[in-house]
């Protein structure tokens, strides 16, 4: 059991000396999550033909959209504790350690260097440990009977999911009324033009390319705003082209298999389309709210504030609860870093009592996005954060094993704060890639989420 005083916030990592425990490697990550990171050229190599480049499918992060020319790494794998180490099974999953976002940003003091051909990881020059690209899939170059490579239609979330965007677009743009942190539109002009709308039969042929070579276990839909329903009409298509295709391996006795609809609330007089989510076999809803104080809101989101408002977002989730459950299968996320820390803990423990769960990913101040070349906070900051969150989900009641047991994605695979719940469960990052990839080791989710019908 880790001791309460570990997770005191004072402590940075500096030396290699500093990572002792489990929490010192999250200290780690968070301050990864938060500086960004360098690039050596040298490094680079291997990127885009044995090691996963960045695709930027939804977002670029990068502190310069570079043209689309420089290649760039979008995941780095890290051990989770001295004796946890990197490594992957031959398909190139992983099977121990943890997966960060790679951004890079050129004043941060974490640089990545190739030394006597093993990656690794200094701060202000001081080596801090190996670290490891992830393998690159192969399906990313093999193309749909049309001809698209896959990787302009899917993309890989880390080592075990995938994300579709079926078009880089959202109506907010138009009038300047986009979430002011979000640069999804300039990321689809720089990095995929030419694919405007990717089509249902499309999208599921490449899952299909990509599941045969059985690299991940489900997929999430996402993308911008579109008027009225149009956005939840294409996500549905997408889903019933992907269910012809039988890739349902995982399908539960609920009928749903592992997808994962991002969308946009839904008004009022819309809620009908989180029925048709689930009736079409989705198994989660994630509608994000970004922001959690009203009032601002409507200042960073003010494209989602007119169209459908603050407390009927809210209602839509709760809603979404009532047909999906309250075990972890309705969540939402907020952007963590603009606003006070105090607001967004007090929505996120008001969504935990409603039985939804929010996750919180750093704000990166990006290219293209209206809060360009703005700062986000010290990583203490997101460090004391991600503790009160996660102590939160902990006392509401939601089990981290059976969101496991669930498929639950963009959770525990790649998330920061659910790597907090994670080491405060006592469970090991082996334990849990095995309950990802190899469902016969697994709690059974049957249990997992009926056992949990009503966590707070
Ligand atoms: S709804 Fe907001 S976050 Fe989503 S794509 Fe539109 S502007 Fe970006």
């Not at 500093?18 to 040298?42: C, K, M, N, P």
């Not at 979008?74 to 943890?98: C, H, L, N």
């Not at 299968?329 to 929505?347: W, Y």
Request: with cysteine; glycine share 8%; aromatic share 10%.
């Amino acid at each position: 059991m880790i001791d309460s005083r570990e997770w005191s916030i004072e402590k940075e990592i500096n030396h290699p000396e500093d990572l002792v425990s489990e929490v010192d490697y999250l200290r780690l990550w968070t301050e990864v999550a938060v500086e960004g990171l360098r690039i050596a050229d040298e490094a680079r190599k291997g990127l885009g033909v044995d090691y996963l480049e960045s695709i930027n499918a939804v977002y670029a992060f990068d502190s310069d959209f570079q043209g689309g020319n420089e290649i760039s790494a979008e995941w780095i794998a890290m051990p989770a504790a001295p004796y946890e180490s990197v490594s992957f099974d031959k398909k190139g999953r992983i099977q121990t350690g943890v997966i960060l976002e790679a951004y890079t940003r050129p004043r941060s003091p974490f640089l990545l260097r190739r030394v006597d051909g093993k990656l690794t990881l200094e701060k202000n020059g001081i080596y801090l440990l190996d670290v490891e690209f992830l393998p690159r899939p192969k399906y990313l170059d093999k193309k749909t009977s049309d001809g698209i490579a896959c990787k302009h239609l899917i993309a890989q979330v880390g080592s075990a999911w995938l994300v579709n965007v079926p078009s880089q677009y959202c109506y907010y743009f138009k009038d300047g009324d986009e979430c002011k942190f979000c640069n999804l539109v300039e990321t689809g002009k720089v990095y995929h033009p030419g694919i405007k709308v990717k089509k249902p039969e499309q999208v599921a042929e490449a899952l299909s390319i990509a599941m045969e070579e059985n690299q991940s276990i489900g997929v999430s839909l996402c993308g911008g705003s579109f008027p009225g329903t149009s956005g939840h009409e294409q996500y549905i298509a997408i889903i019933r082209a992907i269910q012809e295709r039988k890739l349902n391996g995982d399908a539960r006795s609920d009928g749903s298999v592992p997808i994962d609809c991002i969308a946009g609330a839904p008004r009022p007089d819309e809620l009908y389309k989180i029925d048709e989510f689930k009736k079409s076999g989705a198994r989660f809803f994630q509608a994000n709210l970004e922001i959690g104080d009203p009032k601002w809101f409507e200042a960073v989101c003010p494209g989602k504030a007119k169209a459908v408002g603050y407390e009927n977002w809210i209602h839509a989730l709760e809603y979404a609860t009532e047909i999906f459950g309250k075990t972890g299968r309705v969540r939402s996320h907020l952007v963590a870093g603009i606003e006070p820390a105090r607001t967004l803990l007090d929505a996120v423990r008001r969504l935990a009592e409603k039985g939804i769960i929010a996750w919180a990913n750093p704000w990166k101040p990006s290219n293209g996005s209206q809060l360009e070349n703005h700062r986000t906070p010290l990583p203490l900051w997101f460090f004391k954060l991600y503790d009160r969150m996660s102590d939160i989900y902990i006392h509401a009641g939601f089990s981290y094993e059976a969101n496991i047991a669930d498929l639950a994605p963009r959770n525990a695979d790649i998330s920061l704060l659910f790597n907090f719940w994670r080491v405060k469960t006592g469970i090991r990052t082996t334990d849990m890639w095995k309950g990802y990839f190899n469902q016969g080791s697994a709690p059974n989710p049957a249990q997992g989420p009926q056992a949990l019908e009503n966590p707070v």
